[in-house]
T-cell receptor
Framework: NAGVTQTPKFQVLKTGQSMTLQCAQDMNHNSMYWYRQDPGMGLRLIYYSASEGTTDKGEVPNGYNVSRLNKREFSLRLESAAPSQTSVYFC???????????FGPGTRLTVT | AQSVSQHNHHVILSEAASLELGCNYSYGGTVNLFWYVQYPGQHLQLLLKYFSGDPLVKGIKGFEAEFIKSKFSFNLRKPSVQWSDTAEYFCAVSRGAGSYQLTFGKGTKLSVIP
């Protein structure tokens, strides 16, 4: 039981490049989330998916898109990376009847 | 909009000192409250949670927190810290009744000196 896994662990992009961050969970959770963590800012919700087939914007969605591929997987795409998107990205999941979220190990992204 | 405030950005304590980290939230309705911990280089782990019932909740590793509804607060405490408690601590809140989105505070970095 791996919990929540994320790939890649580290990534360096040039401004304007695109990439997709992958997240998968094996806990049969319905809800999944993407956060970014910046120094002194805590975690801010980018997008979330309450169930398979649905996605909604969080606090800071601009510059990102998401896909809930199936119940297990929830990907985050940066279409044209900007230096302001340099951050650590965390994926999380939760059961539909639970408020407790389980976090992945994070992806450290640097945009130059 | 709902907000979560953590009063201290960085706390430095000696081993065996007592710890109290403050957390206040702005939402007036039913809330669910959490404290998460992030050890250096690791992902967030749940320390404790409050949904309802006894306002004094106990979590892992000797941590506890008290929900004071009248003060909109959920402060984290530990009677005697250890060097291994060095980490960043995040308070988080979700509104009750079916809302699963978490709003996080900005975090408090705790450094424990041996």
């Amino acid at each position: 039981n791996a919990g929540v896994t994320q790939t890649p662990k580290f990534q360096v992009l040039k401004t304007g490049q695109s990439m997709t961050l992958q997240c998968a969970q094996d806990m049969n959770h319905n809800s999944m989330y993407w956060y970014r963590q910046d120094p002194g800012m805590g975690l801010r919700l980018i997008y979330y998916s309450a169930s398979e087939g649905t996605t909604d914007k969080g606090e800071v969605p601009n510059g990102y898109n998401v896909s809930r591929l199936n119940k297990r997987e929830f990907s985050l795409r940066l279409e044209s990376a900007a230096p302001s998107q340099t951050s650590v990205y965390f994926c999380a999941s939760s059961a539909s009847d639970s408020y407790e979220q389980y976090f992945g190990p994070g992806t450290r992204l640097t945009v130059t | 909009a709902q907000s979560v405030s953590q009063h201290n950005h960085h706390v430095i304590l000696s081993e065996a000192a007592s710890l109290e980290l403050g957390c206040n939230y702005s939402y007036g309705g039913t809330v669910n409250l959490f404290w998460y911990v992030q050890y250096p280089g690791q992902h967030l782990q749940l320390l404790l949670k409050y949904f309802s019932g006894d306002p004094l909740v106990k979590g892992i590793k000797g941590f506890e927190a008290e929900f004071i509804k009248s003060k909109f607060s959920f402060n984290l405490r530990k009677p005697s810290v250890q060097w291994s408690d060095t980490a960043e601590y995040f308070c988080a809140v979700s509104r009750g009744a079916g809302s699963y989105q978490l709003t996080f505070g900005k975090g408090t970095k705790l450094s424990v000196i041996p």
